[in-house]
């Protein structure tokens, strides 16, 4: 069959593939991961590219409005190879995957930070050094027994196994390390296993990882179990996100030929890179890294273990398992050493997953007195109100807005994000990037910033719409409708405007009507009045940062103290890495699972109206929020 | 390289071998398993074969006496291929193995029987039939809850876990069963495992396998699980003994390049052939056996599991492990279904192995009030004393005399032994052979009533001299002393007369002196008189047959009353068979082998003195023996 090269140029990359490819499977061949939210449907309109030379063939109908496509660019999902290429890809249409410590590091702080001092730090893995009393004719006990009494002192009667693999050399391993060995242990559901007995005294080397898989999201951090430090994170863009930008176009495409081997084989390439990356950071050798803790949404967890996830999203939306055993790591495909153990937290049912239970876990809400609400708001919004007594959960379907997905300069909270916006006014605009880089996109944060600006200056209705009479130089019509520039395109690190459309703030509200109705529905259902709530987490992908204030005031949060809230970042890493420094905060997890009374909102009634009565800044019921004054 | 052919004529078989091959190697490759139980030295004289056509080298300084030198008649093992060959097998050459049903089936009488009907059966395997209510939107959990919720209520809050591959595909087959499905549960060290889910009702198709796994026999067993039936029964020689005899020889050859390789390529042979026999007899799918219990010494096992045996034959003799975890049948390499379990019953030391643990649970001494004694004739002689409170054990170096082994004419307890013989004052012989076939060597319980008769006419005297002054035809010199004849060529299968000789009888008083001494040295060494001895159960492969009177008469077995002795067979493979037909038996050897205190002979004062004393028929000291009367 004849193939084209293509060149990708400012990439330095360059691949050979058979006529007929389309430029964003030739793209990810070349190792180049393009923004594709709509998975290749040629929606979402991110995956911009620019031929320079050579013959292609593209369906410009279908096209949603790019601007330039006169200059030849060209939606890369949507264009055929016809012959040899030179392509330019817009550095906005790279998934930047890049290192962001700062985005979960720093929220070892507050509520997060407590509860890390409150479990005792007997990590998942627990190494123990023995100096073993050699066998003699009149103690001629095996090797395996003999190690298994010098431990029994300290692992309090839990059963010990290990694996056929363990033992096949162990009496040589124990002669040339002159019984002086360290016995490698993990903790699995309540029983120990001997993962490995390592020659001499290695306790003090021991590492693992805590990932928190999300449908757009994978960040993973090293763990060192000896001092507890975190030594180092990463965050990347979930590589399935080219085969389907939400869990449902992920679990069609699943079913196509080969599609659960795609989206097993990204996923698994995520967390392999952030290992390799981390551990190469840290000159840390892959085969002292014996355990990773995950926790992720209930498809993600069964994409990773390739469970056929199909029921997922057929009515009754049953997954096939909730809660995962134990597994060895290389079994899933995760490079740690061969003989680690891969723990995933476990959950509820469809709509609130390991995630979910993983946040609880860490923000304390299964074990407080007090009323307590978390509300994580990702791809989705997942609610859950209770305290120790019992608990309630439900999940909005909020869409990923506050996530920078599906919107016209959207983007994750990563290096370049707008995360602060302030609007003078005289409509000057200033807004804060993260990391201070020039501005490529607005993410949640800034979003929600922005939308109380604009409504506070005027620029928008209560209604979401954009006024047109303001005057300013930053309000103009656009292809759809109108929309205010934020940034113009000589302060940007991408060369065009920053704009927020009537498209974005309508796909905005609807997102924080869907969350605030599905709170005001729980409290109904279980007969509690939001004043009765005394601490209210808010965990999500938004980075470092979430204006409280600004989120009540769009009407996304309720309108109680301040002091209720805390903003407690990437609560589902946290509750991981939590588990992997203590196995008594694993047990909790086990606990919570099995303790949450799932709310069905479609089939709660009243829902509907509470949700349309919500498509209002801040809400249509304005004696609702008595402290927001327009 | 040079390949010569060898022709096997009477076994219609040829095999290219190349230049220097000896014809043992040969015959093995040919899929002929010769008698060999030297290992190949030369010295046991067993291999012998008739070349018909063609050149070989042969050593015939080091052969013991060969009748028919002569006519072309070499040993094996001795013999190099120096050109194409056709060789004759004698049949007595030739490692039988057969159909054996009687030799382990017929022992399911006496205390085995007892025993076998007092535990509950509940076997290792589980089948549960679940109807499950289907999943609605008001009871969604996910398809694993569901299973684990309806079997709570019947596995006793056991943890319940599965392997991750019963999970890829589990929504699909509860779906395509109608949520009507058989859960495979297995029973591991006190945890459950689903191994399976099988649609639909399968409930009354449940088999596993008992194996004693001894170092010259391999016995397996089929049980229907359901009725809890023996299926059929399989005696096949440890293909491992053309590498050595003894366990000795084969843990030296496990040391050598290849050499655990081969062993432990011969023991699953030998396992997956009684298997694929026995469930070919029966009509059985290898899906639908999903558990394999084996019992047997310390360095069988570790060859099976190819763990490294080398410092079970070094002082202080420490075996690697001697309780095994249950692990994985293919992960073995045994051949039942892919997801099937093989559990090992665990041993104490290197001289008291799960065979002797399976021992103990068939004859309940663990569990008795009364002094119980235990001892297992094979390979070596294990002797056990105690009851509920306590128990001591120890190994005497028998060696494998009333195995049949190292005995001009000796030959395992199956088809053609001769099994019981009685003498007349004329020095007429009369036998009788196992299933009736014309004779072809003498077995265990032969030879303690051929020398127990000779003994009574003067056959022989009380030091173990054959009586060259009877004027008997029977008596004649030997090349090497004197021998007795049992059967002349023409009454025998095999063409040549059946006799006993002078180092017969040396090796037989040697093996019985140990024996008896050692009883002796545990009764001492806890200050027990063998008067306190209630019941003393006789185990080992003698076929299904031992003549308790005689053995007292040769002083193998202490002269006490006969009521207390019992003959219980091969109570290794009663003991595993009882441990796949119910748990409770299982968890009874789990309990033994914890609790039994090795007594080491070598260093024990006084046990060289009662070992030489012991050297007579019935002893020196006749006193012991009041009821023998020469």
Redesign the interface.
């Known amino acids: 069959m004849q193939e084209f090269k293509i060149t990708f140029t400012d990439h330095d990359k360059s691949v050979a593939v058979p006529h007929g490819t389309d430029l964003l499977s030739a793209a990810t061949k070349a190792g180049i991961i393009l923004n594709a939210s709509c998975g290749g449907e040629g929606t979402c309109g991110k995956c911009l590219v620019n031929i320079t030379s050579g013959k292609i063939k593209t369906d410009s109908s279908r096209f949603i409005n790019i601007p330039g496509r006169e200059k030849g660019i060209v939606l890369a999902c949507q264009t055929i190879v016809e012959s040899d290429l030179v392509v330019e890809i817009p550095k906005e249409s790279v998934a930047t995957h890049e290192h962001m410590s700062h985005w979960a590091e720093d929220f070892a702080k507050g509520v997060i930070l407590q509860r890390e001092g409150l479990f005792k730090p007997v990590p998942i893995i627990n190494k123990i050094y023995l100096e073993l009393s050699k066998?003699?004719?009149?103690?001629?006990?095996?090797?395996?027994?003999r190690i298994i009494d010098a431990l029994k002192i300290r692992v309090n009667g839990l059963?010990l196994?290990?694996?056929?693999a363990n033992?096949?050399?162990?009496?040589?391993v124990l002669?040339e390390s002159d019984f002086k060995v360290t016995a490698v242990i993990a903790y699995k559901?309540?029983?120990m296993e001997i993962l490995s007995f390592e020659p001499g005294d290695t306790t003090a080397i021991s590492f693992a990882f805590a990932f928190d898989i999300g449908t757009t999201t994978v960040v993973g951090q090293l763990i060192d179990l000896v001092s507890g430090a975190i030594l180092g994170t990463r965050i990347a863009f979930n590589k399935q996100s080219v085969y389907g930008a939400d869990v449902i176009t992920r679990i069609v495409f699943a079913d196509e030929p080969g599609g659960m081997e795609k989206l097993n084989s990204a996923i698994l390439d995520n967390i392999n890179e952030i290992i390799e990356d981390l551990i190469n950071l840290c000159k840390i050798n892959a085969g002292n890294v014996y355990a990773v803790v995950a926790s992720g949404n209930m498809t993600m967890m069964h994409l990773l273990?390739?469970?056929?996830p199909?029921?997922i999203r057929k009515?009754?939306?049953?997954?096939?398992?909730?809660?995962f055993?134990t597994?060895n790591a290389r079994?899933?495909g995760i490079n740690i050493s061969p003989k680690g153990i891969a723990t995933f937290i476990p959950g509820v049912?469809?709509y609130i997953g390991g995630d979910i239970v993983s946040g609880i876990l860490a923000c304390g809400l299964a074990e407080n007195e007090e009323l307590t609400l978390l509300i994580d708001i990702g791809t989705n919004g997942e609610i859950v109100l209770g305290n120790r007594e019992w608990m309630m959960g439900s999940a909005a379907s909020a869409g990923p807005a506050f996530e920078g997905s599906g919107l016209s300069c959207g983007m994750k909270a990563v290096s370049g994000a707008i995360q602060k916006v302030a609007i003078d006014p005289n409509m000057d605009v200033r807004f804060e990037t993260i990391a201070g880089s020039p501005p490529k996109g607005i993410c949640g944060s800034g979003y929600i910033d922005l939308l109380c600006q604009m409504l506070k200056r005027g620029a928008i209705s209560k209604d979401g719409k954009i006024n047109r009479d303001t005057g300013s130089r930053r309000i103009r019509k656009s292809e759809n409708n109108y929309e205010f520039v934020v940034a113009f395109a000589p302060e940007t690190g991408i060369g065009r405007d920053i704009v927020i459309q009537d498209d974005d703030i309508e796909n905005i509200k609807r997102s924080k009507a869907a969350i605030y109705s599905a709170i005001i529905a729980i409290l109904n259902k279980v007969g509690k009045n939001i004043s009765e709530v005394k601490k209210i987490y808010i965990a999500g992908g938004f980075g470092n940062y979430l204006n409280i204030e600004n989120s009540i005031f769009i009407g996304l949060l309720p309108d109680v103290g301040r002091n209720v809230y805390e903003f407690i970042g990437n609560s589902s890493l946290a509750g991981a890495r939590m588990s992997v420094r203590s196995r008594d905060a694993l047990d909790v997890t086990n606990e919570i699972y099995r303790n949450i009374t799932?709310l069905?909102l479609s089939?709660e009634a009243g829902y509907m109206d509470e949700y349309m009565a919500a498509l209002f800044f801040p809400h249509t019921d304005i004696g609702r929020f008595p402290s927001v004054r327009l």
Do not use: Q
């Open positions: 066998p003699t004719v009149d103690d001629n006990t095996s090797d395996m027994d059963r196994s290990t694996r056929l033992l096949k050399h162990l009496s040589e002669r559901e309540g029983a273990l390739k469970i056929d199909a029921e009515a009754p939306y049953v997954p096939t398992l909730s809660a055993p597994m079994e899933v049912s469809t799932y069905d089939s």
